[in-house]
C-alpha cells in the first residue's frame, strides 16, 4: 500500500487545491454572493467589468461571473471524479482479468483497447454526446467510456509483473480462489500505481468535460460550467476579455490540482 | 526485419478491422432515419423507399457492413447527408489546413519540450529542475481553448499585425500551433527529463565522463540519443492525433480543418460524415503507430529482437 509518512511539496499543494474545491462546491450556496442564475447587475446586454461589488465581473445577462464559476465546481467536480471513478473501476477490472487469467479473455479485452485507443476521444465522445441529448450521466458515461482503456493496459502489465511472484504463487499453492488471488494478493501491490492513475485520469477527465462544454456539449444550461463559460465569452474578447479569463483560469486550476496530485503520488514511488 | 514488418502490418489491418466495426456501429445508434436526412421530413413513402434501397439500407447487416468494409478500403466513404458531396472530398479538402497546423505544432513542441528536458535534466534536483516542473504541470493542465482565446485577447490589444483566425499564410499559424504546442511541450520536457535521469545512471556515461568529455557532449551526445528514444513513440501517435484534426483549437481559430469538419458533421448528425473522420483518424493512429515501431527497431535494434 501506500506508505504514510511525511507529505511531499506536490502533494502538499495538489491536496490543498483539490480540497478547496471539494469546499468551494459543498458549500457553494454559503460562499456564493449570489444567484448564479439571476441577473444581478444593471445590464444593457454588456457584460460588466469586475469592481467591488463584483469581483469577477458580470456576464452579458448580468449575472455575477464569481458565483457561477462557485457553482460550476459543482458540475466539473460530480462529472470529472464520478467519470474518474467509472473509468477506473472498468479499467481495474479489464486489467486485473486480462492479466491474470490471460488467454482468450486477454486477447478480447487487450484488442478492445488497442482498438478504443485508434479512435479518437473527443470525436468519440462529441458523437456519443450529441446522439444521446447531453445531460449528466451521458455525459459522465461517455467520459468514462473513452478513458478506462489506458488504465486497463498499465493495470494488466503491473498485474502480469504480480502473477509469478512467489507471494502469489504460495497464495495460490494454498488454494485460493482465483478472485480472492486477484483481491487480496494482487491488488493491494499495484494500488500505488492506481492511486497515481486515478489522480492523473482526474485531470484528464476535466480538461474532457471542459471541451465538451465549451463544444455545447456540457451540462445544459442554466447550470453554470467552466467550459460553456468560456465558449459564451467569446464573442466579447475585445470588449470583456475578465469574462472568458476567469472561468477558464477555474479549469486550469482544478485540472492542476490533480496533476500536482499524481506527480506526488509518483514521486513517493520512486523518488529521483 | 521482414517477419516483423509483416506482422506488424496485419496487426494494424486487424486494429482498423475493430475500428470500422465501432464506426459502423455509431450509425445504428443514431436515431436519425438517412433517408429522411437526404430527402428531408415531407418526402413521401415511395422516394423514402427507394432511397433507401440505393443505400442499401435494406439488406442485412452484415452485408452492409461488407460493403461498407469493402467502399472504404477502395477510398469510398459514402456520401454526406448534410453537404451531398463525397466525404472523401470532403476530407481531403479540409487536409491541408490541419496539416499545416500539424506540423509548425509538432515542430515547436518537439523543439521547446526538448529544450526544458535537457535544461531540467542538466539541473536535476535543484531550483531550476522544480521551476521546470511546476512550470510544465501548469502547461499541460491548461484546456487549449482557453490559452487560444486567451491569444486572440493578447493579440487584439498588442499584436494588431496577427490575423485572429482563418487559415491564411505563416503569420496565421502562429497563436494556433503555439495553443497547440505548449500542452504537449510540458509533457514531453516531462518525459525527456524521467527518461535522462534513468540514462545518466548508466555506466557508459560514466565511462564517457571519465574519458574527460565536457558535462555539455555527454549530455548532447551521450546521454540524448538515448533517453529521447521514447519521446518518438509519443510523438508520433501525438502527430497522428493531430493530423486528424483538432477540433477544439481550430473552433476557437475558426480553422477551416477536418476538427471543424467533424465538429459540423456531429451537430448536423451527417452519419457518413461522422464515420467518415472517425475512421480516417483511426487510419492514421494505426499508420502512425505502424511508422513508429518501425523506426523504434531502426533506432534501437534490441526491440524487435525480444
Redesign the interface.
Known amino acids: 500500500m501506500i506508505r504514510a509518512g511525511r507529505l511531499n511539496w506536490l502533494e502538499i499543494v495538489g491536496g490543498t487545491i483539490a480540497l478547496s474545491l471539494v469546499v468551494v462546491a459543498l458549500f457553494a450556496p454559503v460562499i456564493a454572493p449570489h444567484d448564479p442564475t439571476r441577473a444581478v447587475a444593471q445590464t444593457f446586454g454588456d457584460p460588466g467589468p469586475p469592481s467591488l461589488a463584483f469581483p469577477c465581473g458580470t456576464d452579458q445577462l448580468g449575472r455575477d461571473v464569481l458565483s457561477r464559476l462557485i457553482y460550476g465546481a459543482r458540475v466539473s467536480l460530480i462529472v470529472g471524479l464520478s467519470a474518474m471513478a467509472v473509468a477506473m473501476t472498468v479499467g481495474v477490472a479489464a486489467g486485473l482479468c486480462a492479466g491474470f487469467f490471460g488467454g482468450w479473455t486477454e486477447m478480447v479485452l487487450m484488442?478492445?483497447t488497442?482498438?478504443?485507443?485508434?479512435?479518437?476521444g473527443?470525436?468519440?465522445a462529441?458523437?456519443?454526446v450529441?446522439?444521446l441529448r447531453p445531460s449528466l450521466l451521458t455525459i459522465l458515461l461517455v467520459i468514462s467510456l473513452v478513458s478506462w482503456t489506458g488504465v486497463a493496459r498499465v493495470v494488466r502489465a503491473e498485474t502480469l509483473s504480480m502473477t509469478n511472484r512467489d507471494f502469489v504463487l504460495a497464495a495460490r499453492a494454498l488454494g485460493a480462489s482465483a478472485g480472492r488471488l486477484m483481491i487480496r494478493h494482487v491488488m493491494p501491490n499495484i494500488m500505488p500505481t492506481v492511486v497515481v492513475m486515478a489522480a492523473l485520469s482526474t485531470?484528464g477527465t476535466l480538461?474532457l468535460d471542459?471541451?465538451l462544454s465549451?463544444?455545447g456539449l456540457g451540462v445544459p444550461p442554466p447550470t453554470p460550467s467552466w467550459?460553456r463559460m468560456?465558449?459564451e465569452?467569446?464573442i466579447y474578447?475585445?470588449t470583456a476579455?475578465w469574462l472568458?479569463?476567469f472561468?477558464?483560469l477555474a479549469?486550469?486550476y482544478a485540472?492542476?490540482g490533480f496533476?500536482?496530485l499524481g506527480?506526488g503520488f509518483l514521486r513517493r514511488r520512486n523518488p529521483? | 526485419m521482414l517477419h516483423y514488418l509483416i506482422k506488424r502490418i496485419a496487426f494494424g489491418a486487424?486494429?482498423?478491422l475493430?475500428?470500422s466495426l465501432?464506426?459502423f456501429c455509431?450509425a445504428f445508434?443514431?436515431?436519425a432515419d438517412p433517408a429522411v436526412a437526404i430527402a428531408g421530413v415531407k418526402a413521401d413513402p415511395h422516394t423514402l423507399a427507394t432511397i433507401r434501397t440505393q443505400l442499401g439500407l435494406d439488406r442485412p447487416l452484415y452485408i452492409q457492413y461488407v460493403r461498407y468494409v469493402w467502399r472504404a478500403l477502395h477510398g469510398d466513404l459514402g456520401r454526406s447527408y448534410a453537404r451531398r458531396q463525397s466525404v472523401t472530398g470532403l476530407i481531403v479538402a479540409r487536409f491541408p489546413a490541419t496539416a499545416a497546423l500539424a506540423v509548425s505544432a509538432m515542430a515547436l513542441s518537439l523543439i521547446l519540450g526538448t529544450l526544458g528536458g535537457l535544461v531540467a535534466g542538466a539541473y536535476?534536483?535543484r531550483a531550476l529542475d522544480n521551476l521546470l516542473?511546476i512550470a510544465s504541470?501548469?502547461l499541460?493542465?491548461?484546456?487549449v481553448?482557453?490559452?487560444g482565446?486567451?491569444f486572440?485577447?493578447g493579440a487584439?490589444?498588442h499584436f494588431r499585425w496577427l490575423p485572429l483566425g482563418g487559415f491564411d499564410g505563416m503569420r496565421s499559424l502562429l497563436m494556433p500551433s503555439l495553443a497547440l504546442a505548449l500542452g504537449s511541450a510540458g509533457y514531453y520536457s516531462r518525459i525527456l527529463q524521467?527518461n535522462l535521469?534513468e540514462v545518466v545512471g548508466q555506466d557508459y556515461i560514466r565511462a564517457a565522463r571519465a574519458k574527460g568529455l565536457s558535462p555539455v557532449r555527454v549530455m548532447l551526445r551521450h546521454a540524448l540519443a538515448n533517453a529521447i528514444l521514447p519521446l518518438v513513440t509519443l510523438a508520433g501517435l501525438d502527430f497522428a492525433?493531430l493530423l486528424?484534426?483538432v477540433?477544439?483549437t481550430e473552433?476557437?481559430f475558426n480553422w477551416p480543418g477536418l476538427g471543424r469538419l467533424?465538429?459540423e458533421a456531429?451537430?448536423n448528425?451527417d452519419i457518413p460524415l461522422?464515420m467518415g473522420?472517425?475512421l480516417f483518424?483511426?487510419f492514421l493512429?494505426?499508420a502512425a503507430?505502424l511508422v513508429v515501431d518501425l523506426l523504434y527497431a531502426w533506432l534501437d535494434p534490441r526491440t524487435h529482437l525480444a
Open positions: 484488442r478492445l488497442d482498438v478504443m485507443l485508434t479512435l479518437p473527443l470525436l468519440l462529441m458523437a456519443f450529441a446522439i485531470s480538461l471542459a471541451g465549451f463544444l467550459g468560456v465558449e465569452s467569446q474578447f475585445r476579455p472568458a479569463f472561468p477558464g479549469i486550469l485540472v492542476l496533476n500536482l506527480y529521483q | 486487424l486494429v482498423l475493430g475500428a465501432i464506426t455509431i445508434v443514431i436515431p536535476r534536483g516542473l504541470l501548469i499541460v493542465s491548461i484546456p481553448f482557453w490559452l482565446t486567451m486572440l485577447v487584439a490589444a524521467a535521469a492525433g486528424s484534426g477540433v477544439l473552433t476557437v467533424a465538429f456531429v451537430f448528425l461522422i473522420t472517425v483518424s483511426a493512429i494505426v503507430n
